[in-house]
């Protein structure tokens, strides 16, 4: 066996290949049980595997735009949220991937927004991998402490050096958007042609889609539509190849999205400078306008106490913006941090600005009138809005066939997947009695109760 060590995980020779099929069947048939002690039911895989994968920007009811009959099939022999996977606020890629990861709210996991100033240092973080950003601990980093193995594909946040995980070429390839989807899809499953012993116990897998589109011509879009055919045809492949490598009924598949997507247009639009007859605001008080608008205003050094005044400020904003007489004011209402809403758990962090604006629903922010007027599509809004919305399904042994579970936020997932692999989990958000809910006990199969 001497002569595997020295073969690249991803270029396994035939005779590899050979060997670890007949390894893999011989030790399948001879493992005696799982950790609970139950006969472990599976022939292909000696212990609980979980493959998760995350399709950007996939808004519920995208699967309805088209013909999806891979997703279809997840659904039906699978668990579903029924009306969708709730995201965490703000509804962006980067704090929901790394929610999905760590169970943890950004206040807790530290990335605030996609990219942000932090008011305290100044310092700028821009999906950056300096590990001071990213807090918690996130599943491949619980995998690793734990002595199991994990295997990143392009996660946001899995290129960040964290205690046991250093991010290894062959497990953690760094994001490359060129590499196409069938290629990852191709890489991810060639991890299952390993000896049986170097299958990894977590995989994750990303595609930046139907999110561009989404962005570019907004989500009802045609070519929205035929985006989503070409990510169901992806989920087709790796069905395929978990079929062809008869593990599909044992590999617990775990299907979701970080967020929606809704049409915005530059009509709709809430213009700062129309706020000057209340308060003058000048632009380098803002960090980010919309969806979330983020503020920090600078005030001099003869100003005692700046925490009255951002008071003042956003007192002085809200009337304006309810007077009636800004453009559209009535759809952004202006908070302290610690005055935002609690389901939003968005205040308990000194990255998150003192001042927040919670934008409605496919309503924009500028400073004042420029640019063009046109529409497209965006996220970042109010998680409560069903158009932020993204999918969930499992699939597998862990997973009861055709079950539909009440819609649920994507911090909950963390527990859900240390509880398939038996990892103890790190603190987070998550329930742990939300896992009862929505898996079967380890072992049992079979029909929906
Ligand atoms: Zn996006």
Same mark, same amino acid.
């Given at each position: 066996?001497?002569?595997?060590?020295?073969?690249?995980?991803?270029?396994?020779?035939?005779?590899?290949?050979?060997?670890?099929?007949?390894?893999?069947?011989?030790?399948?048939?001879?493992?005696?049980?799982?950790?609970?002690?139950?006969?472990? =039911?599976?022939?292909?895989?000696?212990?609980?595997?979980?493959?998760?994968?995350?399709?950007?920007?996939?808004?519920?009811?995208?699967? &309805?735009?088209?013909?999806?009959?891979?997703?279809?099939?997840?659904?039906?022999?699978?668990?579903?949220?029924?009306?969708?996977?709730?995201?965490?606020?703000?509804?962006?890629?980067?704090?929901?991937?790394?929610?999905?990861?760590?169970?943890?709210?950004?206040?807790?996991?530290?990335?605030?927004?996609?990219?942000?100033?932090?008011?305290?240092?100044?310092?700028?973080?821009?999906?950056?991998?300096?590990?001071?950003?990213?807090?918690?601990?996130?599943?491949?980093?619980?995998?690793?402490?734990?002595?199991?193995?994990?295997?990143?594909?392009?996660?946001?946040?899995?290129?960040?050096?964290?205690?046991?995980?250093?991010?290894? @070429?062959?497990?953690?390839?760094?994001?490359?958007?060129?590499?196409?989807?069938?290629?990852?899809?191709?890489?991810?499953?060639?991890?299952?042609?390993?000896?049986?012993?170097?299958?990894?116990?977590?995989?994750?897998?990303?595609?930046?889609?139907?999110?561009?589109?989404?962005?570019?011509?907004?989500?009802?879009?045609?070519?929205?539509?035929?985006?989503?055919?070409?990510?169901?045809?992806?989920?087709?492949?790796?069905?395929?190849?978990?079929? +062809? /490598?008869?593990?599909?009924?044992?590999?617990?598949?775990?299907?979701?999205?970080?967020?929606?997507?809704?049409?915005?247009?530059?009509?709709?639009?809430?213009?700062?400078?129309?706020?000057?007859?209340?308060?003058?605001?000048?632009?380098?008080?803002?960090?980010?306008?919309?969806?979330?608008?983020?503020?920090?205003?600078?005030?001099? @050094?003869?100003?005692?106490?700046?925490?009255?005044?951002?008071?003042?400020?956003?007192? @002085?904003?809200?009337?304006?913006?309810?007077?009636?007489?800004?453009?559209?004011?009535?759809?952004?209402?202006?908070?302290?941090?610690? +005055?935002?809403?609690?389901?939003?758990?968005?205040?308990?962090?000194?990255?998150?600005?003192?001042?927040?604006?919670?934008?409605?629903?496919?309503?924009?922010?500028?400073?004042?009138?420029?640019?063009?007027?046109?529409?497209?599509?965006?996220?970042?809004?109010?998680? @409560?809005?069903?158009?932020? /919305?993204?999918? &969930?399904?499992?699939?597998?042994?862990?997973?009861?066939?055709?079950? +539909?579970? =009440?819609?649920?936020?994507?911090?909950?997932?963390?527990?859900?997947?240390?509880?398939?692999?038996?990892?103890?989990?790190?603190?987070?958000?998550?329930?742990?009695?939300?896992?009862?809910?929505?898996?079967?006990?380890?072992?049992?199969?079979?029909?929906?109760?």
């Amino acid at each position: 066996m001497a002569k595997t060590k020295h073969v690249m995980y991803l270029k396994l020779s035939l005779t590899l290949l050979i060997l670890a099929h007949v390894l893999a069947t011989t030790n399948g048939l001879d493992s005696p049980s799982s950790k609970t002690g139950r006969p472990w =039911p599976f022939k292909k895989l000696n212990k609980p595997v979980v493959l998760m994968i995350s399709c950007d920007g996939f808004r519920f009811g995208y699967q &309805f735009k088209t013909d999806t009959p891979n997703i279809d099939l997840l659904i039906s022999e699978g668990t579903e949220a029924k009306s969708g996977l709730i995201p965490v606020f703000p509804t962006m890629t980067f704090p929901n991937h790394y929610s999905i990861a760590t169970g943890l709210y950004p206040a807790y996991h530290g990335i605030i927004m996609n990219s942000f100033t932090d008011p305290v240092t100044g310092d700028k973080f821009n999906k950056g991998l300096d590990p001071k950003w990213w807090l918690g601990e996130p599943l491949w980093v619980t995998a690793a402490n734990q002595g199991r193995k994990a295997v990143t594909y392009f996660w946001p946040g899995s290129e960040v050096p964290k205690d046991s995980w250093t991010c290894p @070429k062959e497990l953690c390839p760094h994001y490359n958007s060129s590499v196409t989807f069938e290629e990852r899809v191709d890489n991810v499953l060639s991890y299952f042609d390993l000896p049986q012993s170097d299958i990894p116990d977590f995989l994750m897998l990303y595609f930046d889609q139907p999110d561009k589109e989404g962005h570019e011509y907004g989500p009802d879009d045609p070519r929205v539509t035929a985006a989503v055919g070409r990510v169901d045809k992806m989920i087709g492949r790796v069905i395929q190849g978990l079929k +062809k /490598r008869e593990i599909f009924d044992e590999v617990n598949v775990i299907l979701l999205g970080d967020h929606g997507m809704v049409t915005n247009c530059d009509m709709k639009t809430i213009y700062i400078d129309d706020l000057a007859e209340w308060v003058k605001i000048p632009a380098d008080w803002i960090n980010a306008y919309s969806p979330v608008l983020a503020m920090n205003p600078k005030w001099g @050094k003869d100003v005692k106490n700046p925490s009255e005044k951002n008071a003042e400020l956003v007192a @002085k904003m809200n009337e304006g913006l309810s007077s009636g007489k800004v453009e559209n004011g009535e759809f952004l209402q202006v908070y302290l941090k610690e +005055k935002l809403p609690k389901r939003l758990h968005y205040s308990e962090s000194s990255r998150i600005p003192p001042i927040v604006g919670m934008v409605g629903e496919g309503l924009i922010v500028r400073q004042n009138r420029t640019g063009v007027h046109e529409c497209y599509g965006d996220h970042g809004y109010d998680n @409560k809005y069903f158009s932020m /919305r993204s999918i &969930f399904i499992g699939h597998g042994p862990r997973f009861k066939q055709g079950k +539909k579970v =009440p819609s649920f936020e994507n911090v909950q997932i963390y527990n859900v997947v240390a509880e398939i692999l038996g990892l103890r989990p790190a603190s987070n958000n998550g329930s742990s009695l939300f896992t009862r809910s929505i898996l079967s006990s380890s072992g049992e199969t079979g029909e929906v109760d």
